[in-house]
T-cell receptor
Framework: ETGVTQTPRHLVMGMTNKKSLKCEQH?????MYWYKQSAKKPLELMFV???????ENNSVPSRFSPECPNSSHLFLHLHTLQPEDSALYLC??????????????FGPGTRLTVL | RKEVEQDPGPFNVPEGATVAFNCTYS??????FFWYRQDCRKEPKLLMS???SGNEDGRFTAQLNRASQYISLLIRDSKLSDSATYLC?????????????FGKGTKLSVKP
């Protein structure tokens, strides 16, 4: 149990659907992150929120829209996705985004398939 | 050149073997270094941070060579439970914070 939960664990959606991924951390952390993990590629950072403020958008297409209503919750809203967006989407949290040896704790991920 | 490069493996070793993984990074401004472990169909978890002087945690030893921009992980007396993908991770500082850059990972399979 890592203290970071994600729902749903699996999601299949069509290209015209709108869906949302949810992440919740129970660790009292102040920074939350979205990563994408595709087959045969390294983890790619998508978004960073530090104290509820978005501090990083790593050139992510606008069809991915993050939301951070408070330090414990992070959402990723999805619309008009492409098949190449199929991947494992991982949420992570850490004490704060600016600490040198800051450990990031990952959730179990949402396995997304876009048809 | 990729920011963080690792040999993808797989490394297939017998129980009890010693195995070493290497990693190189391209940005000389990188400041913090880590090894994460990811089990099959699971999330990554921090295995150990890598300090300039090198550090050891039980059967695991990590070393850093800043001049060569090279990080290593040595696993002694391999156990079946060590089978996983080992991710080399680098934090490079820029702007207000540093973000983690992950390598693709090296897959280890320990056989009985």
């Amino acid at each position: 149990e890592t203290g970071v939960t994600q729902t749903p664990r699996h999601l299949v959606m069509g290209m015209t659907n709108k869906k949302s991924l949810k992440c919740e951390q129970h660790l009292g952390h102040n920074a939350m992150y979205w990563y994408k993990q595709s087959a045969k590629k390294p983890l790619e950072l998508m978004f960073v929120y530090n104290f509820k403020e978005q501090t990083e958008n790593n050139s992510v297409p606008s069809r991915f829209s993050p939301e951070c209503p408070n330090s414990s919750h992070l959402f990723l809203h999805l619309h008009t996705l492409q098949p190449e967006d199929s991947a494992l989407y991982l949420c992570a949290s850490s004490q704060g985004a600016g600490f040198e040896y800051n450990e990031q704790f990952f959730g179990p991920g949402t396995r997304l398939t876009v048809l | 050149r990729k920011e963080v490069e690792q040999d993808p493996g797989p490394f297939n070793v017998p129980e009890g073997a010693t195995v070493a993984f290497n990693c190189t990074y391209s940005n000389s401004a990188s400041q913090s270094f880590f090894w994460y472990r990811q089990d099959c169909r699971k999330e990554p978890k921090l295995l150990m941070s890598v300090y300039s002087s090198g550090n050891e945690d039980g059967r695991f030893t990590a070393q850093l060579n800043r001049a060569s921009q090279y990080i290593s992980l040595l696993i002694r007396d391999s156990k079946l439970s060590d089978s996983a993908t080992y991710l080399c991770v680098v934090r490079t500082w820029g702007g207000s914070q540093g973000n983690l850059i992950f390598g693709k990972g090296t897959k280890l399979s320990v056989k009985p």
